[in-house]
């Protein structure tokens, strides 16, 4: 098989050149960071799940009509996407108070906020993904006003979406992160869900424990986050087939006792 040309590597992913042109690989990684990269490790078996959540959330959110970068699974860790000019914003939405709003606030975690708040952040590492307004998206030209009501109407769908999606298997949808990008068709351009959709990028609580599923467990030390992640693919249906056997994910971790020539659950 031929080396294929990696394109980009980032925190938790990997960008390989596609099969066709106008379409990359997205690998997913174990690694994960935290606080601007500066704590650093790896959750075992988080690429697999979260390569496995992003195509179940991209899928059903396509469902509702909601453009996407998304294509295909190809297997455990990669999908095909299509490429796009990722456009240099993060796109937070807040239902309830946690991370960074606390702090700059001053408010408590789990703090019901007034009603739901978007976002932005500009995306730059070196810079430590700044919270920005509007104002300054439309005056560096990082989209167009157009563009930005195209992303805040979907992203508000988005969580409307996913809260709703969460709330059915007993979990809160806190906050969550979104990246988009731009498809150009000649001088026109639209805008499209890119990036993943995972607990690496959402906060997400257990509705009667409050216990939390998602990369707090890694950023505060908490431990148990590959059973957390693991929780949230099970809850979604994605660890088991449809006649209970265990799913592809789950047969993933089974394969190191197949290895040992111990027969499979079932
Ligand atoms: N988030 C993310 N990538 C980032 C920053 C934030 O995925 O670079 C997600 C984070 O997981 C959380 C939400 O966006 O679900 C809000 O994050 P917050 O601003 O509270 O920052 P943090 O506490 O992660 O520093």
Same mark, same amino acid.
């Given at each position: 098989?031929?080396?294929?040309?990696?394109?980009?590597?980032?925190?938790?992913?990997?960008?390989?050149?596609?099969?066709?042109?106008?379409?990359?690989?997205?690998?997913?990684?174990? =690694?994960?960071?935290?606080?601007? #990269?500066?704590?650093?490790?790896?959750?075992?078996?988080?690429? %697999?799940?979260?390569?496995?959540?992003?195509?179940?959330?991209?899928?059903?959110?396509?469902?509702?009509?909601?453009?996407?970068?998304?294509?295909?699974?190809?297997?455990?860790?990669?999908?095909?996407?299509?490429?796009?000019?990722? %456009?240099?914003?993060?796109?937070?939405?807040?239902?309830?108070? #946690?991370?960074?709003?606390?702090? !700059?606030?001053?408010?408590?975690?789990?703090?019901?906020?007034?009603?739901?708040?978007?976002?932005?952040?500009?995306? =730059?590492? #070196?810079?430590? =993904?700044?919270?920005?307004?509007?104002?300054?998206?439309?005056?560096?030209?990082?989209?167009?006003?157009?563009?930005?009501?195209?992303?805040?109407?979907?992203?508000?769908?988005?969580?409307?979406?996913?809260?709703?999606?969460?709330?059915?298997?007993?979990?809160?949808?806190?906050?969550?992160?979104?990246?988009?990008?731009?498809?150009?068709?000649?001088?026109?351009? !639209?805008?499209?869900?890119? =990036?993943?959709?995972?607990?690496?990028?959402?906060?997400?609580?257990?509705?009667?424990?409050?216990?939390?599923?998602?990369?707090?467990?890694?950023?505060?030390?908490?431990?148990?986050?590959?059973?957390?992640?693991?929780?949230?693919?099970?809850?979604?249906?994605?660890?088991?087939?449809?006649?209970?056997?265990?799913?592809?994910?789950?047969?993933?971790?089974?394969? !190191?006792?197949?290895?040992?020539?111990?027969?499979?659950?079932?």
């Amino acid at each position: 098989m031929s080396r294929r040309r990696q394109i980009y590597e980032g925190k938790a992913k990997i960008l390989y050149e596609g099969p066709e042109p106008g379409t990359l690989i997205q690998y997913f990684k174990d =690694d994960a960071t935290a606080f601007n #990269a500066q704590k650093k490790g790896t959750i075992n078996g988080k690429g %697999v799940i979260n390569n496995r959540i992003s195509e179940h959330v991209f899928t059903r959110l396509s469902h509702i009509g909601i453009p996407t970068h998304f294509i295909r699974r190809l297997n455990m860790r990669e999908q095909l996407v299509r490429q796009c000019e990722i %456009v240099p914003i993060e796109v937070v939405l807040r239902n309830v108070a #946690a991370g960074s709003i606390c702090k !700059r606030l001053g408010l408590e975690e789990g703090d019901p906020l007034p009603h739901t708040l978007i976002e932005y952040y500009y995306k =730059d590492d #070196a810079l430590g =993904d700044p919270l920005i307004a509007e104002e300054h998206i439309a005056c560096f030209g990082w989209a167009s006003p157009e563009e930005m009501q195209d992303i805040s109407s979907m992203a508000i769908r988005i969580n409307d979406f996913m809260s709703g999606m969460f709330a059915a298997i007993d979990i809160r949808l806190v906050d969550f992160k979104l990246e988009f990008g731009r498809i150009w068709d000649g001088d026109f351009s !639209r805008i499209i869900l890119a =990036d993943e959709i995972s607990p690496d990028g959402c906060r997400l609580w257990d509705m009667k424990t409050g216990e939390k599923l998602d990369k707090d467990r890694f950023r505060r030390d908490l431990g148990g986050e590959e059973e957390a992640y693991q929780e949230v693919a099970r809850r979604l249906g994605l660890l088991e087939n449809a006649d209970g056997g265990p799913g592809e994910v789950l047969d993933m971790a089974n394969h !190191r006792s197949r290895m040992r020539n111990t027969p499979p659950k079932k």
